[in-house]
């Protein structure tokens, strides 16, 4: 029975970081679909909001590592899963603070404008 309810566990688990996974996928196609759309546009803010989009991919991605997370079995999974989540937090962190930065250079360039 035990057994049984753990196959299902896992298979649950699985498949929600496909699922969740995919969502990040999704939203970089989309993130960067728009942000050519910007450029044909000349839109400005192109950068940050290819960023912000990346960002938020980042999240997904690694919500669905953190699940992940849950049916690891072994010594050498769990640290290389440790490593692939410090290397997405890093990237993350990296990434929101090239947006306060951006966001800080467009705040200042339109007090400029003033």
């Known amino acids: ?55 938020l991919a980042l999240e997904f991605k690694l919500g669905g590592e953190l699940l992940r997370t849950l049916t690891v079995r072994d010594w050498n999974e769990l640290l290389i899963l440790g490593a692939v989540i410090l290397l997405r937090a890093a990237m993350t962190f990296l990434i929101q603070w090239e947006i306060r930065l951006e966001k800080k250079s467009e705040q200042e360039e339109w007090e400029k404008k003033k």
């Not at 753990?6 to 942000?35: C, K, T």
């Open 1 to 55: 029975m035990y057994e049984k309810i753990l196959q299902v566990f896992d298979a649950f688990v699985e498949y929600a970081v496909l699922l969740i996974e995919l969502i990040g996928v999704g939203v970089i196609l989309f993130s960067v679909g728009r942000a050519l759309w910007g450029l044909w546009k000349r839109n400005r803010r192109v950068r940050l909001e290819l960023a912000e989009g990346i960002a």
